[in-house]
């Protein structure tokens, strides 16, 4: 069984920064792309950062050139870099993966995977 734990979250002042951590656990076959996504009260979830297996990487304009995505191949582990923070952040961040695990010789299972989230608050 894989799963993902986050780490990094917290309360910064605007202006601040934070770095989250999400590392993959488990029999893990390969991890395709991976991504933060987040969630503030009343709002649907949306896409913060994406980073494929060969570290392409993808931002939406209200994040971009103050958020960095990386990602550790080595420790199946992606990592979100957030400067410059604004109270607009303040969300519920959540870790996605695409992830491939072998259950026999000759089958791999391949499905999306979330963490259970990490609480990013941002005080003006």
């Known amino acids: 069984q894989v799963q993902l734990v986050e780490s990094g979250g917290g309360l910064v002042q605007a202006g601040g920064s934070l770095k989250l951590s999400c590392a993959a656990s488990?029999?893990?076959?390969?991890?395709?792309?991976m991504g933060w996504y987040r969630q503030a009260p009343g709002k649907q979830r949306e896409l913060v950062a994406a980073?494929?297996?060969?570290?392409?990487?993808n931002y939406p304009a209200t994040v971009k050139g103050r958020f960095t995505i990386s990602r550790d191949n080595a420790k199946n582990t992606v990592y979100l870099q957030m400067n410059s923070l604004k109270g607009d952040d303040t969300a519920v961040y959540f870790c996605?993966?695409?992830?491939?695990?072998?259950?026999?010789?000759?089958?791999?299972?391949?499905?999306?995977?979330w963490g259970q989230g990490t609480q990013v608050t941002v005080s003006s």
């Open positions: 996605n993966a695409r992830v491939a695990e072998r259950l026999s010789d000759a089958t791999v299972y391949e499905y999306d995977l």
């Open positions: 980073i494929t297996s060969a570290g392409s990487t």
């Open positions: 488990g029999s893990i076959f390969s991890i395709n792309n």
